[in-house]
């Protein structure tokens, strides 16, 4: 279990896989924390290192949400999965192989 994380659970090849492709365009629930006062539920529009931007549900209003110490859902090629913004927290691009190699900060 790595650290913030909460209650490990560790994820198939295929959850990691999913989770190691594109995420901008996945729906996405995030429940209301210290970091978020609100629920937030919507459709990922961009990342960076640090934050997923978020369009809410039937609006068009986006909001920046920080992946530290974020946990959620994400729905990927029609399965619900586990979001932990603490283990995505790197650059979309090196996420890859981060997840399938087994990098220096591996999602588990």
């Given at each position: 279990?790595?650290?913030?994380?909460?209650?490990?659970?560790?994820l198939g090849r295929a959850q990691r896989e999913a989770l190691a492709g594109e995420l901008v365009?996945?729906?996405?629930?995030?429940?209301?924390?210290?970091?978020?006062?609100?629920?937030?539920?919507?459709?990922?529009?961009?990342?960076?290192?640090?934050?997923?931007?978020?369009?809410?549900?039937?609006?068009?209003?986006?909001?920046?949400?920080?992946?530290?110490?974020?946990?959620?859902?994400?729905?990927?090629?029609?399965?619900?999965?586990?979001?932990?913004?603490?283990?995505?927290?790197?650059?979309?691009?090196?996420?890859?192989?981060?997840?399938?190699?087994?990098?220096?900060?591996?999602?588990?």
């Amino acid at each position: 279990m790595s650290k913030g994380t909460g209650a490990g659970v560790e994820l198939g090849r295929a959850q990691r896989e999913a989770l190691a492709g594109e995420l901008v365009g996945a729906s996405v629930a995030i429940p209301a924390s210290r970091a978020l006062r609100a629920r937030v539920e919507g459709t990922i529009v961009d990342e960076t290192l640090s934050t997923f931007v978020v369009r809410l549900a039937g609006r068009a209003r986006t909001v920046r949400v920080p992946k530290a110490g974020l946990e959620g859902t994400v729905v990927l090629d029609g399965r619900e999965l586990p979001l932990r913004g603490d283990a995505l927290r790197v650059r979309s691009e090196d996420r890859t192989k981060r997840l399938l190699t087994g990098g220096p900060r591996r999602f588990r």
